[in-house]
């Protein structure tokens, strides 16, 4: 819907705060469209530094405390 909004001519500005997002992270979404199309939407891998709590040991450690 942000993408369709731009496309309108509606000022990145104005979107951002509809969507809870920077003008800035907007910015990227229409190069990502532009580039890649709806697949340069999707949500990719990240990378960083690894969770200290699995999804298998979290429930484990909040059942200890």
Same mark, same amino acid.
């Given at each position: 819907?942000?993408? @369709?909004?731009?496309?309108?001519? /509606?000022?990145?500005?104005?979107?951002?705060?509809?969507?809870?997002?920077? =003008?800035?992270?907007?910015?990227?979404?229409?190069? @990502?469209?532009?580039?890649?199309? /709806?697949?340069?939407?999707?949500?990719?891998?990240?990378?960083?530094?690894? =969770?200290?709590?699995?999804?298998?040991?979290?429930?484990?450690?909040?059942?200890?405390?």
């Amino acid at each position: 819907m942000a993408i @369709r909004a731009l496309a309108l001519s /509606i000022a990145p500005e104005q979107v951002a705060p509809l969507y809870s997002v920077s =003008p800035r992270s907007l910015n990227n979404w229409i190069r @990502r469209f532009n580039q890649r199309g /709806i697949d340069g939407l999707i949500e990719g891998g990240r990378t960083g530094r690894p =969770p200290k709590i699995t999804p298998v040991s979290g429930p484990i450690a909040f059942a200890k405390s």
